[in-house]
Structure formats: C-alpha cells, structure tokens
C-alpha cells in the first residue's frame, strides 16, 4: 500500500530475496499498466535478448520499480505517444533495462533531484499530472537495497529514459557468458540495445 512505500529507505520492509522470471513479471506488471496506455493511446512495445532471463532479488519489490517507472512514462507521455522497455547486458552479473517514453520530459535543472522524495517537477504541464511525488524516489530505495542504480537522462518535448540495474541470477550469467564464447546453447547476445526480434513462442507486448 502507499504507506509502506512511502517510508524511507531504511524502513522498507524486509528483502525476500528469490530467483525468478524476468520477463514473466515484465508481462504482468504490463498487463496492469495497459489500460491506462490505452485510455491515452500510448502504445506499449518490449524488446529483450532472451525470454529466459533470471534475476535474484526481490520479487514483489522489483514489480514496483517496474509499475512505477510505466506508470509515470504513460502519464507524462503525449496522446498517441510510445513506452519502450528493452534489456541489454551490463557489466558482468548485471543487467541494464531502460524504460523510454516520447513524452513532455524533465527540465535539466529537475534532472539531479527528480529521485528526492516529495520532489515535483515545476512545469506547469508536468504539475497537471502529478501525484505526491514519491514514485521515483521509492524506485530509487528499492533499487539501492539490491545495490543496483538508476539514472534519468530527457530533453524537454522528446520524452526521458530510465535506466536501471537488475542483478542476474548465477545460472543466468554462466550461460549468457557461454554464448559469448561461442559455447552450444544459443546464438552470441548482442552488445547493444536490443532489436525488435522476438524469440520463438514469446509474443512481444
């Protein structure tokens, strides 16, 4: 509920830490952000490596920092607008997601404290959507409780990009660092942002 997110970083609830389906919970917490992207005819894309990515972490938490990182890329975007998430590796044990929106974007001088809590944006377009301003700052808690980071980077009028850390399971690493190599199990995983190319038996969102 809003009271326990909106406690400081230190008083979040216990980690639950587990090894789970990347993209099993990045098709759910889509599914629960689609009808407001409908509403406003933001459409919802994803492009990933791989749809047997695992991470370790917390699952219920993790699930939060994706709803609200979607959540605010539909409500700061324009009609008709667009909300991409992709994965690409990051360094070793890590993976780098990005959330980009096409949407009103952030002033350059919002950019270093748009991860404080209570901090809204002082545009008065941005202020006609804003909620009470903890949503990227219970992002920013979360993802640090994982020692992971997360960065913001906009221009005003195009849109923003979110990017942010998520630690890869053991088994996950191993294999992805075997297909580098050229080991059998899969083809070598590309070195930048992922293309449009969905794997076999997996629809895109």
């Not at 903890?134 to 990017?163: N, P, Q, W, Y």
Request: some cysteine.
């Amino acid at each position: 509920n809003l009271l326990a997110l909106s406690r400081t970083e230190k008083e979040l609830p216990a980690m639950e830490v587990a090894t789970f389906p990347l993209w099993d919970l990045v098709e759910e917490c889509v599914q629960l952000v689609r009808e407001e992207a409908d509403k406003r005819r933001v459409t919802l894309t994803t492009r990933y490596l791989t749809d047997d990515l695992t991470v370790r972490a917390d699952r219920g938490k993790i699930a939060q920092v994706f709803l609200n990182l979607l959540s605010n890329a539909i409500k700061f975007n324009r009609e008709g607008g667009e909300v991409s998430l992709s994965v690409r590796r990051g360094k070793r044990g890590y993976l780098l997601v990005e959330v980009r929106d096409t949407g009103i974007g952030i002033p350059p001088d919002a950019l270093d404290r748009i991860f404080d809590r209570h901090y809204r944006v002082a545009s008065p377009e941005a202020r006609a959507r804003e909620g009470q301003g903890l949503g990227l700052a219970i992002v920013k808690d979360i993802l640090r409780l994982h020692g992971c980071m997360v960065r913001a980077d906009s221009r005003v009028g195009e849109g923003s990009v979110f990017t942010f850390t998520l630690p890869l399971a053991a088994s996950t690493v191993e294999r992805l660092e075997g297909m580098a190599r050229g080991e059998p199990g899969g083809e070598p995983p590309a070195q930048t942002p992922l293309g449009d190319r969905e794997p076999s038996g997996r629809p895109r969102i």
